[in-house]
């Protein structure tokens, strides 16, 4: 058997999880034994990883209640558990990116006030922000160049912080120059009224 690492794994993982995800519910007739296999050459294929990999942590997968196997009318319905759900949207939240676009000239600026009970959330949204290459303004303050109502949206649902976090879009902000250099922009020709 060959030798996995952790990021294959959790890729193969992603993989059949964002698969069972866009298919919904699977129903199989299907009365043999070996109906994991049947599963696996239908569904989940793909010539990056080998059959005995994929079988390997679809099974993991069952055992750990993200994915829910149970006979019905006859058939065996595969689907994911809100527990695979859940598991999905983390990943969604980690892999998360921000596409650098033309910039509009605009800044979306993330402003949070979290309560301190709230603290684990807090120090997540702030790595998650560093990790979008947001620019760090203030503490609870962080812009970015490129448009992300959606991630943002995402984020704040993913974490539950609906009503903390606000997101502001704004043509200027002070400092700016030392703003477009994080980002590498070019400074904005101003015009000058006389």
């Not at 149970?70 to 319905?77: A, C, D, M, S, T």
């Not at 984020?155 to 030392?178: S, T």
Request: with cysteine; glycine share 2%; hydrophobic share 40%.
């Amino acid at each position: 058997m060959v030798n996995i690492s952790k990021r294959e794994r959790r890729e193969i993982i992603k993989y059949i999880l964002n698969t069972l995800l866009k298919l919904g519910a699977i129903y199989i007739a299907c009365q043999s034994p070996y109906f994991v296999n049947k599963i696996i050459n239908e569904f989940f294929r793909n010539p990056k990883w080998p059959i005995d990999k994929l079988k390997k942590y679809f099974r993991e997968l069952k055992y750990q209640k993200y994915v829910l196997i149970e006979k019905e009318n006859g058939r065996i319905k595969i689907e994911l558990t809100p527990k695979g759900r859940k598991r999905m949207q983390n990943f969604n939240f980690w892999d998360l990116k921000i596409k650098k676009g033309r910039w509009d000239k605009k800044w979306r600026i993330i402003i949070f006030d979290i309560p301190k009970k709230l603290n684990k959330i807090r120090e997540i949204l702030r790595l998650k922000l560093r990790d979008l290459k947001f620019y760090k303004f203030q503490k609870s303050v962080w812009l970015t160049p490129y448009q992300c109502e959606k991630e943002i949206a995402f984020i704040r649902e993913f974490l539950g912080i609906k009503k903390y976090l606000k997101v502001i879009i704004a043509q200027d902000v002070e400092l700016d120059n030392e703003i477009l250099k994080f980002f590498h922009l070019k400074p904005r020709s101003r015009k000058i009224n006389v």
